[in-house]
């Protein structure tokens, strides 16, 4: 198994002295749970092409546009279709004006969580597809998870896919310069079909919403075969914010065509735009999978699922290990 990669931790406020001996104690995190006893789930992802927040709230380009406006989530909805809804995008036949040849409509991405006294844990697996040209030619894979505590009301309506605009990179409304990454919606004083634009609230407003939380944190693993992970952090507001130094640990192997990633961070608050996992809470949770050297929105997304510590009635429960 490949080993963590110790440039991407921050040990906030040790003396360089110390740092060696912090690095060797996060070297066993990876490795801390026994993952045979733990539960799995195989949740499907599957490529959106450039359905985007806006689109998913309009009628004439989504036709479950007033469900979805009067209550309705994306998986009441749409669960089980995930496979049908990728291979219909992926083949251009709708939201897609340049179809990707070689990229597969969906994913199986295996997810296991767990903790311990001091740290949440996920295990995620995927097979690794082959035959896409490589839109990102230094880095083979990105899985992502990203993270609310109910405060953004996005995350519990749509997972992640309440971060994607219709003028973000690659998107059906970005300018040809553009560079705007994902952001929500709370970050914009307007909001049109074709996103927010320049229409950025002022810094004292951006400030209030972050100190309550109305962010999505987000954990990455970036990784190649034979080499180390390299893990990423950060949060999403006005934009993608990524950590300088992230409390983030990344470790991944691959054998046999298949990724295995764990990532893990503290459950307490760790570092900017970080939020505090406890007891007793749910979590609404999202992920992504740039497989096979994709970039940007040419990644497999999953819908909105629930996480808790221990308990019961949330989609994935981490359980002290």
Not at 68 to 75: A, I
Request: hydrophobic residues 40%; neutral net charge.
């Amino acid at each position: 198994m490949n080993t963590t990669n110790f440039s991407q931790i921050s040990v906030c406020g040790l003396p360089r002295s110390l740092l060696a001996v912090a690095l060797m104690l996060t070297a066993g995190w990876a490795q801390a749970v026994d993952w045979s006893g733990v539960p799995a789930t195989d949740v499907p992802l599957f490529y959106p092409g450039q359905a985007s927040w806006e689109w998913v709230m309009t009628e004439k380009d989504h036709s479950g546009a007033p469900k979805f406006r009067s209550g309705k989530n994306c998986k009441a909805c749409h669960d089980g279709e995930q496979g049908d809804i990728g291979n219909t995008i992926v083949s251009g036949e709708k939201l897609v004006p340049a179809p990707v040849v070689g990229r597969p409509g969906g994913i199986s991405l295996h997810v296991q969580t767990a903790r311990d006294a001091e740290r949440l844990y996920f295990r995620l697996r995927w097979k690794a597809g082959s035959g896409a040209p490589a839109l990102d030619a230094d880095t083979a894979a990105r899985v992502t998870v990203m993270i609310d505590d109910g405060t953004v009301k996005e995350a519990a309506r749509a997972g992640c896919w309440g971060s994607c605009h219709d003028d973000s990179i690659g998107m059906a409304s970005a300018s040809a310069d553009g560079r705007t990454t994902k952001y929500l919606s709370a970050s914009r004083s307007k909001l049109t079909r074709q996103g927010g634009g320049d229409n950025i609230k002022p810094a004292a407003d951006l400030a209030a919403l972050k100190s309550s939380g109305a962010f999505l944190e987000y954990w990455q693993a970036r990784v190649n075969p034979g080499q180390p992970a390299k893990a990423a952090s950060g949060y999403i507001l006005d934009k993608r914010h990524e950590t300088a130094g992230t409390a983030v640990v990344a470790d991944a192997s691959f054998e046999g065509g298949e990724w295995t990633v764990v990532l893990s961070r503290p459950l307490a608050a760790a570092g900017e735009g970080s939020k505090s996992i406890v007891a007793g809470k749910t979590y609404n949770i999202g992920f992504a999978v740039h497989d096979d050297h994709a970039d940007h929105r040419h990644h497999h997304v999953s819908f909105e699922y629930t996480l808790a510590l221990d308990g019961s009635g949330s989609d994935f429960v981490a359980r002290a290990k």
